[in-house]
C-alpha cells in the first residue's frame, strides 16, 4: 500500500540557511500534520493542515511557515536555521472521511544544521 | 488533551507476552485511545485503536476497562524485532477525522534473546 512520501530523507544546512521539506501524503489523504523529534526526544506537533487549510498549530517556531497545495502535498518551510533546528521531521497524513483512520507517519527527513 | 503515563522501559525474552499499561485519568467522553510503535530515526507506525472494551487486531490487542482510566497494549509472542518504543496517546476524533496527538514519554521495550 501506499504510504507518506517525504523528501529529502536527509539534508544538511548552515545556520541562517532556510530549507524546504516536502511531503506527499497517502491518496485521498486530505489532512496532513507535521511533528518534530530532537535527538532522544518524544515527537512534537508543529501544525496541519485540513483541504489547503491551516487547521492547528502547535509548538512551530515564528521562522517556520508551511502550506498545504491544491494536490494535497505539503511543504514545511524553514527559514533562519539555527543548531537547535537539527531533528527529525515527520509528516502524517489520514483521511477527514474516515473518521476511524489514524495518522500514517512517513519516515521523515532528518535535517542536520552545521 | 488528557495526559498519559506509561512506564519508562520494561524488558522481555522472545515468545513472551508482554503488557504495557498506560494512565489517562482525564480522559474526555470523545477521546480515542491510540497505541505507536516507533523505531529509531522511522516515523512512529500505527498499532491499535479503541474507546472502549476490547480491540484486537493481527499483531496487538487493546483492552480498556470501563472508567477508560487506563487502558493495556498486550504484545503475543514477542520477538527481536518488537524492540522499539511503544507510545500511548488520547486524543477526540473530529467528526472530520481530524485529531492533533500529542507525544508524552513512550515506553522502551527491548526484548532479549
Known amino acids: 500500500a501506499a504510504g507518506v512520501i517525504q523528501s529529502p530523507r536527509h539534508l544538511i544546512k548552515e545556520k541562517r540557511e532556510t530549507a524546504t521539506l516536502k511531503c506527499y501524503p497517502i491518496?485521498?489523504?486530505?489532512?496532513v500534520y507535521w511533528y518534530q523529534q530532537g535527538p532522544g526526544q518524544d515527537p512534537q506537533f508543529l501544525i496541519s493542515f485540513y483541504e489547503k487549510m491551516q487547521s492547528d498549530k502547535g509548538s512551530i517556531p515564528d521562522r517556520f511557515s508551511a502550506q498545504q497545495f491544491s494536490d494535497y502535498h505539503s511543504e514545511l518551510n524553514m527559514s533562519s536555521l539555527e543548531l537547535g533546528d537539527s531533528a527529525l521531521y515527520f509528516c502524517?497524513?489520514?483521511?477527514?472521511?474516515?473518521?476511524?483512520?489514524?495518522?500514517?507517519f512517513g519516515d521523515g527527513t532528518r535535517l542536520s544544521i552545521l | 488533551l488528557a495526559k498519559t503515563t506509561q512506564p519508562i522501559s520494561m524488558d522481555s525474552y522472545e515468545g513472551q507476552e508482554v503488557n504495557i499499561t498506560c494512565s489517562h485519568n482525564?480522559?474526555?467522553?470523545?477521546?480515542?485511545i491510540t497505541w505507536y510503535q516507533q523505531f529509531p530515526s522511522q516515523g512512529p507506525r500505527f498499532i491499535i485503536q479503541g474507546y472502549k472494551t476490547k480491540v484486537t487486531n493481527e499483531v496487538a490487542s487493546l483492552f480498556i476497562p470501563a472508567d477508560r482510566k487506563s487502558s493495556t497494549l498486550s504484545l503475543p509472542r514477542v520477538s527481536l524485532s518488537d524492540t522499539a518504543v511503544y507510545y500511548c496517546?488520547?486524543?477526540?476524533?473530529?467528526?472530520?477525522?481530524?485529531?492533533?496527538?500529542?507525544f508524552g514519554k513512550g515506553t522502551m521495550l527491548l526484548v532479549s534473546p
Open positions: 482525564n480522559i474526555a467522553t470523545n477521546d480515542y
Open positions: 496517546l488520547v486524543a477526540p476524533v473530529m467528526n472530520s477525522g481530524y485529531s492533533t496527538l500529542t
Open positions: 491518496p485521498r489523504h486530505d489532512t
Open positions: 502524517a497524513s489520514s483521511p477527514s472521511d474516515r473518521p476511524d483512520q489514524p495518522q500514517h
